[in-house]
């Protein structure tokens, strides 16, 4: 899993470099903090799967950072952010075993997040699809699927229960202290056998 995902972050992505959220930004609920900001622009690295427009690729990375601006990325550290085309995401997620209906996924080895397309709104039935299956509006799911990915990431935590639980702490302007996950836990996140349980299924309320 590792190899393939880290694969196919080098051979199939588009950098996109200069891209850092304005210290002025804001979100509807706070001002982002001056280390969360610090935090974006030099420890995370943002990339577009092969078919993105560039500027398409840097509008939605900019809404990405938005979010992530809410919330601690200082205790994250270095991490990357790969935003894949709608019309790839089921392919590529059967390829590496993992529920195609998530529109979102992360291995935890590589340190990477995988967002699908469709949660910035680009693919109309998709979204509209993604809204029914987890009955949130946009841009709620967006924020849902970046939190639940980042309570697998933040605690390397593999289970799926844990991270929705620490996902709701974090959207509660709360961080929860990290259980300790064994070695072989964390190497089974994002990985499944074909017959067996699909990881990082987002839960619906």
Excluded at 87 to 106: C, G, H, V, Y
Excluded at 156 to 164: K, M, R, T, W, Y
Aim: hydrophobic share 35%.
């Amino acid at each position: 899993m590792a190899s393939l995902t880290s694969r196919l972050v080098m051979s199939c992505s588009l950098i996109v470099s200069g891209w850092t959220l304005p210290t002025t930004g804001q979100t509807a609920a706070k001002v982002a903090k001056p280390e969360t900001e610090r935090a974006i622009q030099s420890s995370q690295e943002f990339h577009c799967h092969t078919g993105y427009l560039l500027e398409q690729c840097q509008k939605d990375i900019f809404e990405l950072k938005k979010v992530l601006a809410r919330y601690p990325l200082e205790e994250l550290g270095h991490w990357t952010w790969v935003l894949v085309r709608s019309q790839d995401w089921k392919p590529i997620s059967r390829m590496l075993r993992l529920n195609p209906e998530s529109p979102a996924f992360t291995p935890l080895e590589p340190r990477e997040t995988f967002l699908e397309e469709a949660l910035f709104l680009h693919d109309p039935l998709r979204t509209a699809e993604l809204m029914e299956e987890w009955q949130r509006s946009m841009p709620k799911l967006l924020e849902l699927a970046v939190t639940h990915e980042l309570g697998h990431a933040i605690c390397e935590e593999p289970n799926e229960a844990a991270a929705d639980h620490i996902a709701e702490e974090l959207r509660k302007g709360r961080l929860m202290r990290c259980r300790i996950s064994t070695e072989h836990e964390r190497k089974s996140v994002g990985t499944a056998d074909l017959d067996g349980p699909k990881p990082n299924a987002l839960r619906a309320p």
